[in-house]
């Protein structure tokens, strides 16, 4: 199971979705699809945009647990 941990990353840098969502380039809908687990896919562009605002790696946001 891939784990989104987007509002774990967001707290530690105390950003909310609003501030990302204009960083990043993305409506606010789509972020919060992502933030709540919801996402089928998302792209490397989206990925690189978010780590690069919240200035983490992939590995911080996205997390991989065993079924």
């Keep these: 199971m891939i784990i989104i941990n987007l509002d774990?990353?967001?707290a530690?840098?105390?950003m909310s979705?609003?501030?990302l969502s204009?960083?990043?380039g993305i409506t606010l809908a789509h972020l919060s699809i992502l933030k709540n687990n919801?996402?089928?896919a998302v792209r490397?562009?989206?990925l690189?945009?978010?780590c690069k605002s919240l200035d983490c790696d992939v590995?911080?946001?996205i997390e991989y647990q065993k079924d």
Excluded: Y
Aim: hydrophobic share 40%; proline share 0%.
């Design 12 to 14: 530690k840098r105390k």
């Design 22 to 24: 204009e960083q990043v």
């Design 38 to 40: 919801t996402a089928k």
């Design 8 to 10: 774990v990353m967001m």
């Design 17 to 19: 979705l609003g501030e």
């Design 48 to 50: 690189d945009a978010i």
């Design 44 to 46: 490397f562009s989206t």
């Design 59 to 61: 590995n911080d946001i």
